[in-house]
């Protein structure tokens, strides 16, 4: 038996370390467990990197357009390999940022696999067993194999790409975010399986660069969690810059040659035909990480592959909490890390309450960029709300045109009964940086009143926001 | 102590007015409901009326004085026993007057507590009520305040008038939009957002449950007076525009006499002061809900129990045991009583259900709650699913929670939700009782001891053992016809046992 933790945290992402470190601040005895890289996929594999990924992209348009500009570029190329090292870079820097945000706050690093062996019981602490690992070298400083007790033991390990059986990964042909992320050469044809946040965006980088796309979505609406207007939106301009998307669509089959892939796919009532590409990626959905951890042993309840929490991260098994991903949709880091804040404040006995999901916002980094927050127009009225809905255009915004960026659409939706803003949508340039003034707005509880007095900075894109409140309520200036 | 008597202020945005008129000289007596003044503005002309007796003693502002400020000393009164002629007004030369000065700022003191006056046995309370304002008595005015609001608000009015005076309250938009629509005072919404700001989810609470410090009661009583034209005193600097919150002379509404006034019919010393803890709270708060606004109506039924104290032996008997000899279970009748409601509303599905204000919510389990009698007060843990439970799951679940219950361990959602309750007073040799429900609830069963009685059997008596049970129905949810098949399965499931256990 080595030492005995008030709180051990099995998963280094996101959601666990910011966990880690506001544990340390409230004066917790820390640890965080991980088995690969502190930061998680998020960090590592997942957000950031694909950011700086999609940053190449973008430039590399914007250079390829710079005569639009009165500018001048020629023989405009990229280099995928050096785009690669760049995102790793970036990657590593943040990574390293993790370690030293932990060892600043005194949480302890454990390498390896963990599983819980017991809970705690009364005053007797939890057991927490780590095996180690393979997968990847300690960081400097971290603590080995061994057996840990900890009061309280916070789960949270995350997700990884969920397969499909017949298409599963084979880091070749059939790539997930993993592949995708370090493509040793520039596939000349792709076919990307699902139009989630993560598909699209692969789409993105990889058109953008000039490779042919196709996109296969089962559902009728590319990006199905967003507003079926803002999506149909981001469709047209898609498939203007020339990807392929075929919606309602499922892959059935996927042959694997020499050269590439051969999908089929059907396309809806009954009809089907064959897709071929050099590349695969399947981008649909994540499942949570809840094997080996020895949950189903304690009792833990689980529902469908996600650990049942009370909204704080409590599990029906007294000292065992869950956080981010493995506690259920939205799978989102930003999600994990409000989530395990709320979970160790609660341990605290500080006053808390469950995250409203209604106000998580999501973003999507595609060209053009897709963010949104609440309830989209059909869930509002599948939810009995009587609605007023606001738009306002980027073609009608001094700033969106001065930037070239004249595509894209700010939509508002209010409760007509008591103005509370239940959803905003947005797609075109900069809107995930925009989108974070009506999460504060939704999370303030402003009503169309407030929106509408409150200024604006001339000329921003943000103005737009301020245009859509004002078109939802007949007063809009600029259209 | 004299009393003051202050400039009133007609309209909560009236900042002066003129005195126009005495209609009493000093040295005259006053009596509560004289008429001592006429104060005029620019609108309109009010009375300023006396709520205390005594003898006007002296006027500090002689009449024709135009442009004195709200709150002004205007007069003295003095009180019974008080020498009219000692009493200085010390007019504006009085700072030697503490008494004056403390008076004078007192509409914003008792704008300023938190807390209602009535719940402050602070003493002497030595700004009685709205006490300054209740001089005012308005005839007219462009809003037409009601004449007599001011008078029955003068000591009942402290706690409206107290809670929202001057203070600001931190509430959000969509809070202050929802409460305006709902008639919702915020003042006596307590707020959970950070630093106690009022949000959302508190008004929308409040608003449901009507109590909860919120007073849906109150918004209700507000109704009429709003009518008439309630005045908006003076004392409301934040000058709320809804016109709906002008205060009514209403405490909060549900409870009926204020602790001063219970206190005050008992000789003092003669009690001991318990203060509430938040179960107490809860209980006082729950059930006065309960009694008010869901319309009981009561089934009264005796069961015969011998079959069933037949089974339990032997079930009992039969119990395995473990390597020290202890049973693995013992049931009790309880257990049984549990079950066997719980596979009644299973039959008469009808019944499992609650009332959610604009629809009936029916359950597809039997949850039921079981009234746990603690030290200072008692818990409901709800079994869940108690249908689906054997009797001695229910025995050993129901072991756990009236442990946990007693010890106050239980976990919010033990107790929380269900369709009915099971209170059982039969160990306590009661024989029949109605219960109050515990809302949500849609019923709750009052169970009392089981006994022998002599009935009547194909005409000869006959000793059996019986108990009675008293079905309390929420109407809204359970009708008659509908209690009664719900009763008449649960005696049949009691009365032939055996088909609980399959």
């Known amino acids: 038996m080595s030492d005995t933790y008030d709180v051990l945290i099995i998963g280094a992402g996101p959601g666990g370390y910011v966990t880690a470190i506001r544990a340390a601040q409230l004066g917790f005895k820390t640890a965080i467990v991980d088995r690969e890289h502190l930061g998680g996929i998020c960090l590592n594999w997942g957000c950031i990197p694909t950011k700086a990924l999609l940053r190449s992209a973008e430039i590399f348009h914007a250079m390829q357009h710079a005569a639009d500009y009165g500018l001048s570029a020629e023989k405009v190329g990229f280099d995928i390999a050096a785009i690669v090292k760049r995102s790793r870079g970036v990657s590593g820097r943040l990574n390293g940022g993790v370690g030293m945000l932990l060892k600043k706050n005194k949480v302890d690093v454990i390498w390896g696999e963990a599983a819980i062996e017991a809970a705690s019981e009364g005053e007797t602490p939890g057991t927490v067993v780590v095996k180690e690992t393979k997968r990847a070298e300690a960081p400097k400083g971290a603590k080995g194999a061994g057996s840990y007790r900890a009061r309280h033991i916070i789960v949270a390990t995350g997700a990884r790409p969920r397969v499909i059986p017949g298409i599963e990964p084979d880091r070749e042909r059939i790539w997930t975010y993993y592949e995708a992320m370090v493509p040793k050469r520039m596939p000349k044809s792709l076919l990307v399986m699902g139009s989630g946040a993560i598909g699209i965006e692969f789409a993105s980088f990889y058109r953008t660069l000039g490779a042919e796309v196709t996109v296969i979505e089962l559902l009728p609406q590319i990006l199905p969690v967003e507003d079926a207007e803002i999506a149909g939106l981001a469709r047209k301009r898609f498939e203007k810059q020339g990807i392929r998307i075929l919606t309602g669509a499922k892959v059935t089959k996927v042959e694997k040659g020499g050269t590439g892939v051969a999908a089929q796919v059907e396309t809806g009532e009954g009809k089907s035909q064959t897709i071929e590409a050099e590349v695969l990626i399947s981008a649909v959905g994540v499942v949570g990480n809840i094997e080996s951890l020895g949950l189903d042993g304690l009792g833990v309840e689980i529902d469908r592959g996600i650990v049942v929490t009370d909204g704080l991260g409590r599990t029906n098994v007294p000292g065992i909490y869950a956080i981010g991903d493995v506690a259920g949709p939205p799978m989102l880091a930003h999600k994990a890390e409000h989530e395990g804040v709320a979970c160790i404040e609660t341990i605290k006995g500080l006053h808390t309450h469950p995250m409203d999901k209604g106000k998580i916002p999501g973003c999507t980094y595609c060209q053009p960029q897709i963010a949104s927050v609440g309830l989209t127009e059909a869930k509002a009225k599948e939810q009995g709300y009587d609605i007023r809905v606001g738009r306002f255009p980027f073609a009608a915004n001094g700033k969106a045109i001065a930037l070239g960026e004249p595509d894209g659409l700010v939509k508002t939706i209010f409760d007509k009964k008591t103005g509370q803003l239940l959803g905003a949508h947005m797609v075109g340039a900069e809107v995930t940086e925009l989108i974070q003034g009506f999460v504060v707005a939704m999370q303030l509880e402003t009503t169309e009143e407030d929106l509408m007095h409150t200024v604006f900075p001339h000329p921003t894109l943000s103005e737009m926001m301020h245009e859509s409140v004002l078109d939802a309520y007949g007063r809009v200036i600029h259209t | ?502």
């Not at chain 2, 009180?79 to 007057?97: R, V, W």
Request: charged share 25%; proline share 6%.
């Open chain 2, 1 to 502: 102590m004299p009393i003051n008597v202050l400039m009133p202020a007609l309209s909560p945005t009236m900042e002066k007015g003129n005195l126009a008129k005495w209609l009493k000289k000093e040295g005259d007596a006053v009596k509560s409901g004289d008429i001592l003044a006429e104060i005029e503005t620019d609108k309109a002309t009010m009375e300023v009326e006396a709520v205390d007796e005594g003898v006007l003693a002296k006027i500090v502002v002689p009449e024709g004085t135009a442009d004195v400020p709200v709150n002004d000393l205007i007069a003295l009164i003095a009180e019974e026993g008080e020498d009219p002629s000692s009493i200085d007004a010390g007019g504006d030369g009085g700072g030697k007057d503490e008494a004056k000065a403390e008076r004078r700022s007192a509409p914003e003191q008792s704008g300023k507590r938190d807390k209602p006056a009535n719940d402050g046995s602070g003493g002497e309370d030595r700004t009685p009520g709205g006490g300054t304002m209740s001089y005012a008595r308005v005839d007219e005015a462009p809003d037409g305040p009601a004449k007599d609001a001011r008078r029955g608000s003068a000591k009942g009015s402290d706690a409206a008038s107290a809670s929202d005076g001057g203070k600001r309250i931190f509430a959000s938009p969509l809070a202050r939009r929802i409460a305006k629509q709902e008639g919702l005072d915020l003042a006596r919404v307590k707020g959970s957002g950070p630093h106690g700001r009022v949000i959302e989810r508190d008004v929308r609470a409040a608003a449901k449950d009507g109590g909860a410090g919120a007073g849906k009661a109150e918004a209700e009583t507000k109704a009429p007076q709003a009518e008439q034209k309630a005045p908006a005193p003076g004392n409301r600097p934040d000058a709320a525009p809804d016109k709906a919150a002008a205060k009514p002379a209403a405490g909060p509404a549900p409870s009926g006499l204020t602790a001063k006034q219970v206190m005050g019919m008992f000789e003092a010393g003669s009690y001991d002061e318990v203060p509430l803890d938040g179960m107490r709270k809860t209980i006082a708060k729950r059930l006065v809900e309960s009694k008010q606004t869901v319309p009981h109506f009561y089934l009264g039924l005796d069961v015969e129990l011998d079959a069933l104290l037949a089974l339990r032996e032997q079930v009992n008997a039969g119990a395995p045991k473990d390597k020290d000899g202890k049973p693995a279970f013992k049931l009790s009748v309880n257990d049984f009583v549990i079950k066997a409601l719980a596979l009644a509303l299973q039959r008469v599905p009808a019944a499992n259900a609650v009332w959610a204000e604009d629809r009936i919510l029916r359950f597809r389990h039997s949850d039921v709650g079981v009234a746990v009698a603690i030290e200072g007060g008692l818990f409901t843990p709800v079994i869940r699913k108690a249908e689906q439970k054997t009797l001695s799951t229910i025995s050993a679940e129901m072991k756990d929670l009236a442990g946990r219950a007693r010890t106050r361990k239980l976990k919010p959602e033990e107790y929380q939700g269900g369709t009915t309750a099971v209170s059982n007073l039969g160990m306590f040799g009661i024989r029949s009782f109605s219960a109050v429900i515990n809302p949500p609830h849609g019923t709750i069963l009052a169970v009392g001891a089981g006994e022998q009685r002599v009935v009547a059997r194909n005409g000869a008596p006959a000793v059996v053992q019986a108990m009675t049970v008293t079905l309390s129905c929420d109407h809204r949810v359970v009708d008659g016809a509908l209690g009664a098949e719900l009763l008449a399965a649960f005696k049949g499931l009691i009365e032939s046992p055996m088909a609980m256990l399959v």
